[in-house]
T-cell receptor, first 112, second 115 residues
């Protein structure tokens, strides 16, 4: 069965610092989704990547998908306290059905 | 952007009762919606795929008679937890796709507590 591994599990950074979260799939993905979640709340859509080598940016967040479509990274530049939360990567390995397998999440704390 | 809404956001019920959770796509039509469950400090686990006008498809290990799914319109899917027990207490969250291969949006989630 397909698995998604995220690293690190948790991260504490000083405000203004850059950080990267990684997501690795055991199988080639049809799509890779990044979400942010505050504990006990819904998921906020960040980005969707579908093509090998694709890179997308929104405000200070950049996500990349490698050529093999098995590895993705989420990079935050000049982090702010508002970036704190749980970051989840979700992979669609079932032919773009929309059924996602999620990584275990990365908890980010940003110290002012 | 596309919005998916869930109701109720929190529900507490007694053991043995049934609880219905609604998932609505507010500004788009969704022929397919997905239901996930999230236990505390764990990631999301897919429970079932809700198909408009047809039966839901369930993931392995999910009891279809316990978790009834109805997708009666293009904007509404419901999940009914029947004869709920304390072990069913969890955070239930739905997602919907805007367009055939488009972005997947999630609802705000519904926290079920069974006493």
């Amino acid at each position: 069965s397909q698995e998604l591994e995220q690293s690190p599990q948790s991260l504490i950074v000083q405000e203004g610092k850059n950080l990267t979260i990684n997501c690795t799939s055991s199988k080639t993905l049809y799509g890779l989704y990044w979400y942010k979640q505050k504990y006990g709340e819904g998921l906020i859509f960040l980005m969707m990547l579908q093509k090998g080598g694709e890179e997308k940016s929104h405000e200070k967040i950049t996500a990349k998908l490698d050529e093999k479509k098995q590895q993705s990274s989420l990079h935050i530049t000049a982090s702010q306290p508002s970036h704190a939360g749980i970051y989840l990567c979700g992979g669609d390995g079932s032919g773009n059905t929309g059924k996602l397998i999620f990584g275990q999440g990365t908890t980010l704390q940003v110290k002012p | 952007g596309a919005v998916v809404s869930q109701h109720p956001s929190r529900v507490i019920c007694k053991s043995g009762t049934s609880v219905k959770i609604e998932c609505r796509s507010l500004d788009f039509q969704a022929t397919t919606m997905f239901w996930y469950r999230q236990f505390p400090k764990q990631s999301l686990m897919l429970m079932a795929t809700s198909n408009e006008g047809s039966k839901a498809t369930y993931e392995q290990g999910v009891e279809k008679d316990k978790f009834l799914i109805n997708h009666a319109s293009l904007t509404l899917s419901t999940l009914t937890v029947t004869s709920a027990h304390p072990e069913d207490s969890s955070f239930y969250i739905c997602s919907a796709r805007a367009g055939g291969a488009g972005e997947l949006f999630f609802g705000e989630g519904s926290r079920l507590t069974v006493l």
